[in-house]
């Protein structure tokens, strides 16, 4: 009889739901700089990525099409986006809310200590917490 609470296990772990595992990369800067947008006005801070971790977000991006993913800076989040398409130029811009954030920002980046990661935000799927 100790058989059955052992499959019982086995089984129900099988068909337990799987758990979305979030896929994140760290990239490195080649380059940042303070612009605007220049369809609204907003600050952003444009980058140019190394030849690898240009590599690296295209191949991140190839994975990840029609599919939400955020940057983070130093495990802070910066920007949400939806990929639409392949990312193989290694680079972009970043909005962020003032230029006083933007200069802070592309300063951070360019010092070459600062963590840039991309990471898919799987959080869309997550159901929202019961508050009652």
Not at 99 to 120: F, I, K
């Amino acid at each position: 009889m100790r058989l059955i609470p052992a499959v019982f296990l086995a089984v129900s772990a099988l068909l337990a739901p799987a758990v979305a595992q979030s896929e994140a990369i760290k990239l490195e800067v080649k380059e940042a700089k303070v612009g605007e947008h220049w369809v609204t006005g907003k600050p952003i801070v444009e980058f140019v990525l190394t030849d690898q971790s240009a590599h690296a977000l295209w191949e991140f991006s190839k994975r990840n099409i029609n599919k939400p993913m955020i940057f983070r800076v130093d495990g802070r989040d910066i920007m949400k986006i939806w990929i639409v398409q392949e990312l193989p130029a290694g680079r972009g811009a970043l909005e962020v809310g003032s230029m006083n954030e933007a200069t802070a920002l592309a300063t951070r980046l360019n010092s070459g200590e600062a963590v840039l990661a991309v990471e898919d935000d799987l959080s869309i799927y997550q159901k929202p917490a019961d508050k009652t």
